[in-house]
């Protein structure tokens, strides 16, 4: 018999019952919660007189709807009422139930994604839900992470667990190394180029290859993070001393003996030799460029130095349609280059890229240099409150504003701009979040998905540039 | 969950790809704490001109009258035909919510992406994957034909087009079951709470650290 994957060795171990037809009970380790996906959960709990079923597996954080000015205001500060109505249902629901919450002036407040793995919430060998679908973000500490809707919410806070189908499992391997001022975004921007938005639908990834295990957990955090924009629900990263090395002396991380047998434990997590997958794609590190999205799906994306596609060359109709549909809506012309797209503003942040070392490698950047003056804005905003404190302490903040770059508190932002932070109409932006969808980040908004270098580099020259350029 | 067992109606046409739930429901309409009143806001940004707000009158609102949904012969439309990964992108419920506010019940694709393929279920809508072929043949009768309509029987897993032609489908049978008798899966899976328990002490006792406070 074949080994098993690590995916398979995850869903075994948190298998509750297998039932006849096929579904079967899994076990959640951690919830994660926020105020967007959570209030109509907590809700039908009530309506149906049921009490959670482990209080201290969930965590929640008011992230989607904070604004990143004025927190010392707290909920005050929110000024759309609709979304500060949000914002106190969760701070009453988790009162209620006695659910740990970091609330909006919490110095542990941040994005839910951010958070988890800053708290040592998030352990090698969990299995973790939210009502988010980046959740795939935790799969790189070698968990079984996933993104669930606010049925399943409901559900896991009711059970404990989720009725789930085994998914298939997929390997995605980069071999050799990255060059330089290539990184993790890249990466995952070039396996999503690779294949396609639904190319991991049914799938769990394994994120696997040397140039992978040579990267930070900062950068497995954010290629997992955007399995999602793969089509696949979860991606993973086998353990190894990265990650073993970041989650010690974290709060919530065992200490002693116990630390000790985890880390035993954990050492178990990664594919056997003879597992087998149902599909391996394989890319070579040297090969990946730093990429720039140019459409409205984040399959749509090329190296820096290449250009727009020609929809009259895509043979297949309805990706023809696609090309055409999205560059009429992104306002651009076939076979410009990609260094000739002007841009409005620029955001860097988001659960993709608003870790310490995401801030460290814009503000290498931007350090000694301005922001175009043909750009409106470009914002910094920080993925927690104690990523903001530790950018300050290494002096980041003073980087970015000496440059012209607005030093924001942290939240979700002009990732999805359910607060104030968005796009006007028919603005371009450099931005290191996930979605380039269309109005994802303001209503007729552009959006050009990259890396904080690029995003850093884009600023500097109010048109992309290839970072590598400026590296010298 | 209101069952679903068979339904016939009205089939409007989706004809893009890649529909994802930001525009099926934009973000701005997630700040209800509600389950209901979607529906108005199902595909705003295509089906309005101008910047839809939560909580606004929607009638007096300037449509675009190139929107399918805005073409009187679709109005009352309960299957909606879709192209490949349907409903990819955010995990948010809100768009199986708006899309049965609406009025749909069925929405057929030639594939879905995975949340929200699951969060459908969940709100008594049924997904129904058939092969790209037939999709594009029942575009094109759905185009030619005012009215056209489509049978769906979740028994027999089933399409069938007003000439009589039927193509099977394929849906696991744990969703099925659930869907056929409207059933709470919080209910159900509250019969194995034993099994949830036990599991549980076994996994205090190999690996205590999951169940650890914050030090
Ligand atoms: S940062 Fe963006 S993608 Fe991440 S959780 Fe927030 S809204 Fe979702």
């Given amino acids: 018999m074949a080994g098993k994957t690590l995916y398979d060795k995850l869903w075994d171990d948190h298998l509750v019952k297998q039932r006849d037809d096929g579904s079967a009970l899994i076990y959640i380790d951690r919830h994660l919660l926020h105020e967007v996906t959570s209030p109509q959960a907590f809700e039908g709990l009530r309506l149906a007189g049921r009490k959670p079923w482990r209080i201290d597996a969930n965590i929640a954080t008011p992230d989607h709807n904070v604004p990143t000015t004025d927190r010392e205001l707290g909920v005050e500060g929110i000024v759309d009422p609709v979304s500060r109505i949000q914002v106190e249902t969760l701070d009453k629901n988790c009162d209620e139930f006695g659910i740990l919450e970091f609330k909006i002036k919490d110095q542990r407040q941040g994005i839910v994604h951010v958070i988890g793995p800053e708290q040592g919430a998030t352990l090698p060998g969990m299995s973790i839900v939210c009502g988010d679908s980046h959740t795939s973000t935790h799969g790189a500490f070698g968990c079984l992470a996933h993104g669930i809707g606010t049925s399943e919410v409901e559900h896991v806070l009711a059970t404990q667990c989720l009725v789930q189908q085994k998914m298939k499992n997929m390997l995605v391997k980069v071999n050799g190394t990255l060059g330089p001022g290539v990184t993790g975004k890249d990466v995952v921007l070039a396996i999503i180029a690779r294949i396609g938005t639904a190319g991991g639908t049914g799938y769990a990834i394994e994120f696997g290859g040397d140039a992978i295990h040579d990267l930070s957990m900062e950068a497995r955090m954010t290629i997992c993070n955007m399995s999602i924009e793969a089509g696949a629900r979860v991606g993973m990263v086998s353990v190894d001393d990265t990650t073993i090395d970041y989650v010690r002396g974290r709060p919530f991380a065992p200490r002693g003996e116990q630390w000790d047998k985890a880390v035993d434990y954990w050492r178990t997590l990664h594919s056997d030799d003879d597992a087998e997958f149902d599909k391996v794609v394989e890319l070579d590190g040297a090969d990946i460029q730093p990429q720039v999205s140019w459409g409205t799906s984040p399959e749509m994306v090329t190296g820096v130095g290449g250009t727009v596609p020609d929809p009259t060359a895509e043979e297949d109709p309805i990706k023809r349609e696609g090309i055409v549909r999205a560059l009429k809506y992104m306002g651009l012309d076939p076979n410009m280059k990609i260094t000739d797209i002007k841009l409005d503003r620029v955001f860097i942040g988001s659960c993709t890229n608003s870790r310490i070392e995401d801030l460290r490698e814009a503000a290498k950047v931007v350090k000694g240099r301005k922001v175009s003056p043909i750009l409106k804005q470009a914002m910094v905003v920080p993925g927690s409150g104690l990523v903001k404190t530790q950018a300050e302490q290494e002096g980041l903040d003073r980087i970015f504003i000496e440059a012209g770059l607005e030093w924001r508190d942290p939240g979700c932002s002009m990732c999805l701009a359910m607060n104030a932070d968005k796009l006007g109409q028919g603005e371009h932006c450099a931005s290191t979040s996930n979605r380039n969808f269309e109005g994802r980040q303001g209503f007729g908004g552009r959006t050009h998905l990259v890396s904080p270098a690029m995003a850093a580099a884009a600023a500097v020259n109010g048109h992309f540039v290839d970072v590598r350029e400026m590296m010298n | ?215």
């Fill in chain 2, 1 to 215: 969950m209101r069952a679903l067992q068979q339904h016939q109606g009205i089939v409007a046409p989706m004809d893009r790809s890649n529909v994802d739930t930001d525009m099926i429901i934009p973000k701005q309409f997630l700040k209800s704490i509600k389950r209901t009143g979607f529906g108005p806001n199902l595909f705003d940004e295509l089906r309005y001109l101008d910047e839809g707000k939560p909580d606004q009158d929607c009638s007096n609102r300037p449509i675009n009258p190139d929107f399918v949904l805005n073409q009187d012969r679709y109005k009352n439309a309960s299957v909606l035909l879709a192209r490949r990964n349907f409903g990819c992108g955010s995990s948010r419920e809100h768009a199986p919510w708006a899309l049965d506010d609406f009025g749909f019940r069925v929405i057929i694709a030639p594939s879905f992406a995975d949340i929200f393929y699951n969060n459908c279920f969940k709100n008594g809508l049924l997904p129904i994957v058939l092969d790209e072929e037939i999709v594009e043949k029942l575009f094109q009768e759905t185009y030619d034909n005012e009215g056209y309509q489509l049978s769906v029987d979740l028994e027999t897993k089933t399409v069938t087009t007003p000439s009589g032609e039927s193509f099977s489908f394929e849906v696991d049978d744990f969703r099925r079951h659930c869907l056929l008798n409207g059933l709470d899966d919080i209910g159900v899976t509250l019969e194995d709470a034993d099994l949830i328990r036990e599991y549980e002490n076994q996994r205090r006792q190999t690996a205590p650290w999951l169940f650890n406070a914050a030090h």
